[in-house]
């Protein structure tokens, strides 16, 4: 296992189009992150996933976002009628443990472009 | 609430010189802090983080941090600077509830000059 996987690296979508980004996390990770990074700023928190349980979700994912982690294995995230200002990095990470000690690793990203 | 800043949008500095990224924090309870550096269209590497013990942490690449309770930093430093080591160095600090999420700062682009 080579680390926290993302596909597809890159996606340019029209707006309103319904785009959706997968992510591989490192086996045995219970925990996955969903964060977005624009540029000039640093990664902001969107989702969380403890297995399969979604457990918190930031003021930033607006309805028309939706992540699942079905068996607690891969997760999806879908952004439904796309707009301009989702362009940005959407990057996964995954953590294991139940204590704040262990890092987090994160995947390569998804860079969407809505144009 | 907890944050994080990072003063310097940009640090040079050059080749064979010694390198610091500043960073302070604001946290409620024990921080856990973290630095990551990011590559071009690349996600983020874990460089290392400070739990508890002594404040020298050391990482990945030569890098190590000193965190500094009383001004509440957690400067990352570097004895000798390679041109490799030209990137985007984010600093963290985890947030203390169940999720264990991170809490960014704006990032520190650095440049080594050869």
């Known amino acids: 296992d080579t680390g926290v996987s993302q596909d597809p690296r890159h996606k340019i979508t029209k707006r309103g189009q319904n785009v959706t980004f997968r992510c591989d996390p490192i086996?045995?990770?219970?925990?996955l992150y969903w964060y977005r990074q624009t540029l000039g700023q640093g990664p902001e928190f969107l989702t969380y996933?403890?297995?399969?349980?979604?457990?918190?979700k930031s003021r930033l994912l607006s309805d028309r976002f939706s992540a699942e982690r079905p068996k607690g294995s891969f997760s999806t995230l879908e952004i439904q009628r796309t707009e301009q200002g989702d362009s940005a990095m959407y990057l996964c990470?995954?953590?294991?443990?139940?204590?704040?000690?262990?890092?987090?690793?994160f995947g390569q990203g998804t860079r969407l472009t809505v144009v | 609430a907890q944050s994080v800043a990072q003063p310097e949008d940009q640090v040079n500095v050059a080749e064979g010189n010694p390198l610091t990224v500043k960073c302070t924090y604001s946290?409620?309870?024990?921080?856990?802090l973290f630095w990551y550096v990011q590559y071009p269209n690349r996600g983020l590497q874990f460089l290392l983080k400070?739990?508890?013990?002594?404040?020298l942490v050391k990482g990945s690449y030569g890098f190590e941090a000193e965190f500094n309770k009383s001004q509440t930093s957690f400067h990352l430093k570097k004895p000798s600077a390679l041109v490799s080591d030209s990137a985007l160095y984010f600093c963290?600090?985890?947030?203390?509830?169940?999720?264990?999420?991170?809490?960014f700062g704006t990032g520190t682009r650095l440049k080594v000059l050869a």
């Open positions: 996933f403890q297995n399969e349980a979604q457990l918190e």
């Open positions: 963290a600090v985890r947030d203390n509830s169940g999720t264990y999420k991170y809490i």
């Open positions: 400070y739990i508890t013990g002594d404040n």
């Open positions: 946290v409620s309870g024990n921080p856990y």
């Open positions: 990470a995954s953590q294991v443990g139940t204590t704040q000690n262990t890092e987090a690793f």
């Open positions: 086996s045995e990770h219970n925990r």
